[in-house]
């Protein structure tokens, strides 16, 4: 079954330091999005990603974040310095598209990022 | 804006069968969905209902909507020890860009 895969599982930054977490979505999909989940918190919508462009963001997702797919198949999220408040497991999702079964919003394994 | 709540604990023994509550808020809510998250794992999604229909079964899981009341269940049949987990219920508007509000998720513990 196709699915999302997001790299790296695990990583490690210290404080003001940028990250870059990876995505990619299952391949015919063309929504994108990225959440994330604060240890023992709800997870948290943070963008949205359609015709490559953001088609809606959260007041989480300031200008520290940024999102991009820079080929056909990735779909990163960078978080430009980081801070001890973005550490979190950062779920990238996708859909195909909107209206009928391609709501169902797939999900990675998550990229859990702990800021030092 | 929109939430979604549900209990923060189930506890239930093995082969009995489990009923995971669920209420949101948003009367705009076009799907509904449930996932499953195991320990230090991702989301998996593991069933969705439309907001046009009442129940959708899917073997051991059974997904009831009462749409009036802004009421989703989720029941598991014959619980095994390997559905222990946390399930978040997460409901989604169709008039926006597919942004999904999740619960705040119940942890399922299943007692052999």
């Known amino acids: 079954e196709p699915e999302v895969t997001q790299t790296p599982s695990h990583q490690v930054t210290q404080m003001g330091q940028e990250v870059i977490l990876r995505c990619v979505p299952i391949?015919?999909?063309?929504?994108f999005y990225w959440y994330r989940q604060i240890l023992g918190q709800k997870v948290e919508f943070l963008v949205s990603f359609y015709n490559n462009e953001i088609s809606e963001k959260s007041e989480i997702f300031d200008d520290q974040f940024s999102v991009e797919r820079p080929d056909g198949s990735n779909f990163t999220l960078k978080i430009r310095s980081t801070k001890l408040e973005d550490s979190a497991m950062y779920f990238c999702?996708?859909?195909?598209?909107?209206?009928?079964?391609?709501?169902?919003?797939?999900f990675g394994e998550g990229s859990w990022l702990t800021v030092v | 804006g929109e939430d979604v709540e549900q209990s923060l604990f189930l506890s239930v023994r093995e082969g009995d069968s489990s009923v995971i509550n669920c209420t949101y808020t948003d009367s705009s809510s076009t799907y509904l969905y449930w996932y499953k998250q195991e320990p230090g794992a991702g989301l998996q999604l593991l069933t969705y209902i439309f907001s046009n229909m009442d129940m959708k079964q899917d073997q051991r899981l059974t997904v009831l909507l009462n749409k009036k009341d802004k009421h989703l269940s989720l029941r598991i049949a014959d619980t095994q020890t390997g559905d222990s987990a946390i399930y978040f219920c997460?409901?989604?508007?169709?008039?926006?860009?597919?942004?999904?509000?999740f619960g705040t998720g119940t942890k399922l513990q299943v007692i052999p």
């Open positions: 391949s015919n999909h063309l929504y």
């Open positions: 999702a996708s859909s195909e598209a909107r209206g009928g079964s391609g709501n169902t919003i797939y």
């Open positions: 997460a409901e989604m508007n169709s008039g926006g860009y597919q942004k999904v509000t």
